[in-house]
Nanobody
Framework: QTQLMESGGGSVQAGGSLRLSCAAS????????MGWFRQAPGKACEGVASIDSDGRTVYADFVEDRFTISRDNAKNTLYLQLNNLKPDDTAMYYC?????????????????WGQGTQVTVFS
């Protein structure tokens, strides 16, 4: 079973940056479609960004060019660069893997999920 482990969360002032990482334990990671999702207290899980095996990306509208998703297949690792963070970005961030398919920020098709890493943005 694929295991995903996120890291890189923390507390940062508004306008600051963080880089989230997600290490995948299963081969062939390179064939998976990967995604980042987030959930704030009292709110539903929402898709943030996704990247498929061909490198195509999809972002949520609220990203507004502030975040960048990328992957390093040699290291079995997914990244999410968060820039110009806002207090509304405060949430638990999760990475997820989909065995096959194109990039999507809809959580339904994803097969595996990590435990999450907390991002807190204070003003």
């Amino acid at each position: 079973q694929t295991q995903l482990m996120e890291s890189g969360g923390g507390s940062v002032q508004a306008g600051g940056s963080l880089r989230l990482s997600c290490a995948a334990s299963r081969y062939p990671y390179s064939s998976y479609c990967m995604g980042w999702f987030r959930q704030a207290p009292g709110k539903a899980c929402e898709g943030v960004a996704s990247i498929d095996s061909d490198g195509r990306t999809v972002y949520a509208d609220f990203v507004e060019d502030r975040f960048t998703i990328s992957r390093d297949n040699a290291k079995n690792t997914l990244y999410l660069q968060l820039n110009n963070l806002k207090p509304d970005d405060t949430a638990m961030y999760y990475c997820a893997a989909r065995v096959k398919g194109i990039a999507t920020i809809s959580p339904g098709p994803y097969n595996y999920w990590g435990q999450g890493t907390q991002v807190t943005v204070f003003s």
